[in-house]
């Protein structure tokens, strides 16, 4: 919680007589982050991948190249787990056979493709000289005459006739175009092929060398085209057939030879000498035992391993394992999607559990949409079991509720009042529940966002300024658990005494700076906020020179940035408003077909500020933690923790 | 008549804060945004450091909408 599980590291040395079971160990435990081993630095070599190792990943490329065909991919999912251990004898029998199958299947599939397209273009060309009254074979083959054959749209048999009167001209028209073949003199092509030139609108076509009547080609075409679309067809539910058949092999042999493959090729991250290995990587601390246990079983006792000592510089390589109550967990996400902690640093995911959340909540604030959220991300939920979207979704659940209660602060429901609207004590409009709003304690519900601008601005104020000094302080703590107190004071302290020396000094001076009243500079208040801010100041430029005082108008955009939660839940609002008032008062006193219009434009306005609820309130409420907060102690930059291992999904041994 | 026309230009004030204070943020984040989708496309690990780097003029829209508010509310 609030720190990366603790990690240490282990060496495991042993014979090279029980590699393998070692390999099968660590793999089935899927515990240990293996380091690298770098050979520069000792004797040792990098170890050679099991023999196996080709034949398995060429027989993982093969089968990965089916599995591309078909379009399966790893989302589907099979009934049952299929058994590992006769796994090896299936892949041998079936493998070469399956290939050989889908991709004869695929060639045919190509071939008629092919060919389809090729009628197609055909069809494509005679198309247009069907429109004329000629066969296909008096287009070529004189040596005394040129036909020009063409798409025109403007009459042309003047200009030819003045240039020759032996021609012979035919003309049709096709999809709106005029089409012509035109008939002259070899000696005469200079001057008519000039005279389509300058009829810009001349497009030449080669009739394709056939014969025959135009029309009876196309007649055999489409006969052809249909003959092979029926092909296709046979051919495409035929790969479908052998999909759905032999789905559960591939995907679980795709599996099990993935994981041979890891294993086969895991003696490359080892050192090696000629009869013993070495292996480092790095296990949650409290699992070191096990590991210690499991191993010395699986090997007869004829291994050695041991904890080593980190020193500073290796401690930057520590893999990062991400420890959160479970509720929290989904807030890795969005941890891990900025950067990834480092060892000594806080993880931030829980405290994003609570302000990310609370951010939504307070800028959506609205009961209907808060529902409506919750069975949105219910239902994408059950229908994507895992991943990052599954996850956004808890995220999206956890804010749904927290929209909820601001909704029932706020007292809107889609936008419409949910407790009475009174006005020196008379009421102006009924809410839903047609109750006035109660008290509690100083909070007099609803607390209605356009009445009340001025205390919510200087909520999110007061917000910004406590999420700001919460990054302040853990930075605080981070600086001073890597670098040191000095460095912490130096580095985060001095903006924290810049931070609320400021508000000292700016709150009892703020009737002055509107021109209401004169300032009085012996406020204690007021003097104790400037001298705070003198010495973090000073403090300031001591840890990071002068040019750092160009930093603190970036504070104050940071306080000021926490603005947007009014912003964007007014605005919300405001859209909410709209469309409610346009309906009510505007289309639904008109009656008949208004009234059914009426009710369209509340579902679309509705469904488009819902969507811009999900995407505004959520987006702004993470740039606060990445911009506003992270920045003032988050680093990231640790390296994830990826144990060598499987989670089987189709398999079992 | 005088509070009337106080009124509007305040109005016309606010609406330029935020107005124009966008027109700039989105001038400025333009070209910030696309090379950090670049930067992304190249490394997805850039993301939070480009996310960042491309919200940083928006801070000018914030004073902006800040001095609207207090336009519109305060004075």
Known sequence: MLKPEKMTKVVVVGTKDVLEQTIETLHRMNLFHIADYDESESGFKIGKPHTIASKLSERLVTLRSIANQLGLSEKSSIKGRVSAKELPSVIESKLSHLEEEVSSRQDAIRVAETELKTQQDLEDAIKPLATLPLSLEDYTGYESIRVFVGFIDNAIEDAIRAETSQYELYTGSFDGRGTIALAVPVEKEAEITKVLQDESTFVELKPPKLEGSPQSLLDGIKNKKEELSTRLTGLESERERIKTEYAEFILSSEEYLTIETQKAEAPLKFATSENSFVAEGWIPIDRYDDLGRRLSESTGGKIYVSK????????????????????????????????????????????????????????????????????????????????????????????????????????EVFGLPLFNIVHHGVVEEYGILAINGPHIGMLHLPVHRFAAVQPLLAMTFVVGILHVTLGLLIGFRNVGVEHGVKHAVLEKLCWLLILFGGIMAIVPAMPAIMGSATMNTQDPIFAGGIVLVIVGLILLVKGEGPIAIMEIPTLLSNVFSYARILAIGLSSAGIALAVNTICKDVLFTQGGVFFAVGILVLIIGHTINLLLGIIGPGLHSLRLQYVEFFTKFYEGGGTEYDPFGFIRKYTEE | MVEAEAAGLIAIGAGLAVGLTGIGAAIGEQSIGSAAIGVMAEDPGFFGKGLLMTVIPESIVIFGLVVSLILLFVF
């Open chain 1, 308 to 411: 080593l000592e980190v020193d500073e510089e290796e401690e930057k390589h520590v893999p990062i394992a991400l420890s959160n109550p479970k509720a929290a967990k989904p807030f890795e996400l969005l941890v891990n999607t900025f950067s990834t902690p480092k060892y000594k640093e806080i993880d931030p995911s829980l405290i994003l559990f609570i302000t990310f959340p609370l951010f939504y909540g307070l800028m959506l604030g609205d009961i209907g949409y808060g529902v409506l959220l919750i069975f949105l991300s219910w239902i994408i939920m059950s229908k994507v079991k895992s991943g990052g979207l599954h996850e956004l979704c808890i995220i999206l659940l956890y804010s749904a509720f927290s929209t909820i209660f601001f909704g029932i602060i706020y007292g």
